[in-house]
């Protein structure tokens, strides 16, 4: 079997008809992880037996002919800021290096009681902050399609263990663009779901009112199957939503052709790479020639988009990661003499420098004085944000743009200039801040070989159109 092109239907199929078993694709991947990642660095660590008593027990179903899950066998690799019973989970930074979890986030025991076998956790922007995973403590990932060019962030390692073959699946998340922008520069899928649709219960928080867990995956279709494991209200996440689950499978079925496209002429302006703008318009032609009526509309308060995400993302951080602080776990610096000490020394070298700058700007715009002038401003900007959206969505079904403005670009070319690096989430922070699903499809390369990714946009809880679009684009990109 070529690791690199299996896919979730086609791996159960092999492993239900006895061609081969769960345990020895969890060994072979294994096998190739230890052969190949080293000049990517997707993995921090492997979960190796847990793996394998899964991968046994589904093969035990096999030999008993039992009914099998939906994910029989199917190995999975999970971003290092979702916890795991038994596994570390240390966010991508060294104040976490040594915590292990005493429990299972809901997403990872949902897709583990589907028949997954968890391989093991996957390297990230230190707690997911980050647009290039150049700020893990444990090292930048490298991008499996050019290994001088960065795999996206801040689910870098995410994007990069299902495009190198280390994994047929992956949990990334996506805070203002984390799985959709790495799924663009690495040729991957990758999934933001409506927020509340899948629980966020065991997601160590970044900022908790963007904060989304999604899958990246081969296809469209895999993309769809896990979204069905995944989603659905839990009662250990006061926000996720009782909004009832589709078959999202089944409606890849329904055809296209009817569906109103929207194109925003913000996402189209200056700054897109001539090469990724001629990609989305061929695009766009296939999805009319498959029937989809395509109508030109406006986000006007895109431009707002950047600004108003680090104003709202970096107060919620500077909360969130208040907790880190030496008491209860992770790091503690041993040199200090007062509590005072303590917290300052423990912050000081357990944080990176992304870390740290975020913590300082949200600290910064939630201060006295400046929270009217800044955060209450940002959250009326987001509404507005909204609005544009909601505006949008009463006259089209999906809305087509661009992912990314750039192709993957360089290691090191972007990590001393953070406005620079901010700028790659041009096109990804808005859905974030409405709150709606999107969706991030391969549809070509540059001459360069690098990847291309459209983003399709779906209204909130309507993944089930998202998808199919998004899958009429995967099929035009194939034929």
Not at 223 to 243: K, P, R
């Amino acid at each position: 079997m070529n690791l690199e092109t299996l896919t979730i239907d086609s791996a159960r199929a092999e492993i239900a008809a006895g061609k081969t078993t769960a345990t020895a694709l969890a060994e072979a991947y294994y096998v190739r992880i230890a052969a190949e990642d080293g000049k990517i660095n997707s993995y921090l660590s492997l979960s190796k037996e847990r793996a394998l008593q899964q991968a046994a027990k589904m093969d035990a179903m096999v030999a008993a002919d039992s009914p099998l899950p939906p994910l029989a066998g199917v190995p999975i690799g999970i971003k290092d800021v979702l916890t795991m019973q038994g596994s570390p989970a240390t966010a991508g930074s060294k104040i976490l290096e040594h915590y292990h979890p005493p429990y299972d986030c809901t997403a990872v025991a949902k897709l583990e009681a589907a028949g997954a076998v968890l391989l093991g956790k996957l390297n990230c922007d230190e707690f997911a902050m980050g647009s290039s995973n150049e700020n893990s403590a444990y090292g930048p990932v490298h991008n499996p399609r050019a290994l001088n060019r960065v795999p996206g962030g801040s689910s870098g390692g995410s994007a990069a263990a299902v495009a190198a073959g280390f994994a047929i699946a992956s949990l990334g998340t996506d805070t203002g663009g984390s799985i959709r922008q790495p799924a663009a520069f690495c040729g991957v899928v990758g999934m933001l779901p409506t927020y509340g649709r899948i629980s966020r219960y065991g997601l160590i928080a970044f900022a908790s009112s963007l904060d989304r867990i999604g899958p990246f995956t081969r296809t469209v279709r895999d993309a769809a199957i896990l979204l069905g494991v995944m989603a659905g209200h839990d009662a250990n996440d006061a926000t996720s939503s009782h909004a009832p689950v589709e078959d999202y499978v089944a409606a890849l079925e329904k055809p296209v052709a009817g569906l109103r496209i929207g194109v925003p002429e913000e996402y189209f302006g200056d700054g897109l790479d001539p090469e990724i703008r001629a990609a989305i318009g061929k695009s766009i032609e296939k999805l009319e020639q498959a029937g989809c009526t395509i109508k030109r509309i406006s986000l006007p308060h895109t431009r707002y988009g950047i600004p108003t995400y680090y104003v709202i993302a970096t107060a919620e951080a500077s909360s969130n990661l208040a907790r880190f602080d030496g008491v209860r776990y992770g790091l503690r610096a041993k040199d200090a003499n007062t509590l005072s000490a303590m917290y300052r020394k423990t912050r000081d070298a357990g944080f990176g420098a992304e870390v740290k700058r975020r913590i300082l700007l949200g600290t910064y715009v939630l201060s006295a004085g400046y929270y009217d002038a800044y955060y209450r401003k940002a959250q009326q900007v987001r509404t507005l944000l909204t609005r544009d959206f909601l505006n949008a969505f009463a006259e089209v079904d999906a809305i087509v743009t661009p992912m990314t403005p750039t192709p993957p670009f360089r290691v090191g070319e972007k990590k001393d200039d953070p406005v620079a690096m901010y700028l790659a989430d041009i096109y990804s922070v808005a859905a974030s801040l409405a709150g709606i699903c999107g969706l991030s499809v391969p549809c070509g390369t540059t001459e360069a070989g690098l990847p291309i990714g459209l983003q399709v946009l779906g209204k909130h809880f309507d993944e089930a159109t998202m998808l199919r679009v998004g899958q009429a684009v995967e099929t035009a990109q194939n034929s």
